[in-house]
């Protein structure tokens, strides 16, 4: 069992930056792959950024990537989205999800809301 917490979201302007973090309690923390979706009024859950177990590897969807960078930290059973370049519409739900051993969690999000 993984229990995922978001912290973080906030109301920003735009062009400004936002640090989301998500931290885990539970075992194997380190053996999971850990991914940020976002899902904004109306429309469905998306996917954000990905990285992989080791912290070795990551991706991004193409409307964040090179504003938005994701890490992790294995030891503090944390995993962090750094928000820069912030848009309106990237104002949305941010949700941290766990994925291993065939079994999935997610967190309970936290919510980003960027002014124009």
């Known amino acids: 069992q993984v229990r995922l917490v978001e912290s973080g979201g906030g109301l920003v302007q735009a062009g400004g930056s936002l640090r989301l973090s998500c931290a885990a309690s539970g075992r194997n923390f380190r053996n999971y792959g850990l991914t940020w979706f976002r899902q904004a009024p109306g429309k469905e859950r998306e996917f954000v950024a990905t990285?992989?177990?080791?912290?070795?590897?990551?991706d991004y969807a193409d409307s964040v990537a090179g504003r938005f960078t994701i890490s992790r930290d294995n030891d503090k059973n944390t995993v962090a989205l750094q928000m820069n370049s912030l848009k309106p519409e990237d104002t949305a739900v941010y949700y941290c999800?766990?994925?291993?051993?065939?079994?999935?969690?997610w967190g309970q999000g936290t919510q980003v809301t960027v002014s124009s």
């Open positions: 999800n766990a994925k291993g051993f065939g079994l999935e969690y």
């Open positions: 990285i992989s177990w080791s912290g070795g590897r990551s």
